[in-house]
């Protein structure tokens, strides 16, 4: 599907009209003392056959969906995740699970659950579950703590194998939330993995992408089957998985 016939069905499915996004979009200009994020009914127009928008409008369009922006940039074909994911010499880094060193000295991950929360089941924790003060040196919300989010790998939930098995706490960088694409992996632990939100629960496992089809890949260990979804409709990622502790053995994935 292309970019305009994919906005102009998403307007269409959200019950979004042209009058509501030049309405919305002409209180953004004005809020940002910026013509350029006005999208008119005629640029609308423009946009369903084929037109590439600015990046205000692309901005605008955005607010008005109620998406991320890179999310809709990635409609027109740009892919903010593989600026930051090339080297100096043009070539993609390479980003490998490894296993960790042994704990660090008096390091404690503690969790605070509630009876809301079904162990055997995949879930995205909510911030206030994790206690920041008890995550080990390596973990990156020491840095940044509206960036990154927790989830937990239901006992149940074997996806991906013994890579990141189930009982495991994952932490999920929202702002790598684009699948990487164009990149060979040589080995399993090579490949990203994401943390994602479908229909059905949520998932960690790795993905693919081709146009707004999002489709899910377990370990091949697992013999649990592949699924596609429509993104964004019914599927989203969350972020990717940067770092996962074990029940079992300590794992740090690095990214």
């Not at 706490?169 to 939100?197: C, H, M, S």
């Not at 998932?203 to 377990?218: G, H």
């Amino acid at each position: 599907m292309d970019s305009g016939t994919w906005i102009k069905q998403l307007l269409e499915e959200r019950f979004i009209k042209a009058s509501d996004v030049e309405r919305l979009s002409r209180s953004i200009a004005d809020a940002k003392g910026n013509s350029d994020y006005y999208v008119s009914h005629a640029t609308l127009a423009d946009i369903s056959v084929g037109s590439i928008p600015s990046i205000y409008k692309i901005f605008s369009l955005a607010v008005c969906l109620k998406l991320p922006y890179e999310q809709v940039l990635l409609v027109f074909g740009i892919d903010l995740k593989e600026v930051v994911g090339y080297g100096t010499a043009g070539e993609p880094l390479r980003t490998e699970l490894e296993i960790a060193a042994p704990q660090t000295p008096g390091f404690r991950f503690q969790l605070q659950f509630d009876q809301q929360i079904d162990p055997n089941q995949t879930t995205l924790l909510h911030p206030d579950v994790v206690q920041s003060g008890y995550l080990p040196a390596y973990s990156h919300r020491n840095n940044n703590q509206q960036r990154f989010r927790y989830g937990l790998i239901g006992l149940e939930d074997r996806s991906l194998g013994d890579v990141i098995p189930p009982g495991s706490v994952v932490e999920i960088d929202k702002e790598q939330n684009a699948v990487v694409k164009g990149f060979v992996w040589k080995t399993l632990r090579e490949r990203p993995i994401y943390f994602v939100w479908h229909q059905e629960g949520y998932s960690c496992c790795w993905c693919q992408q081709e146009a707004t089809e999002l489709t899910l890949i377990p370990h091949p260990v697992s013999r649990e089957p592949i699924r596609r979804y429509r993104m964004p409709r019914d599927a989203s990622i969350i972020g990717r998985v940067v770092n996962a502790w074990s029940p079992f053995q300590p794992v740090l994935a690095i990214a």
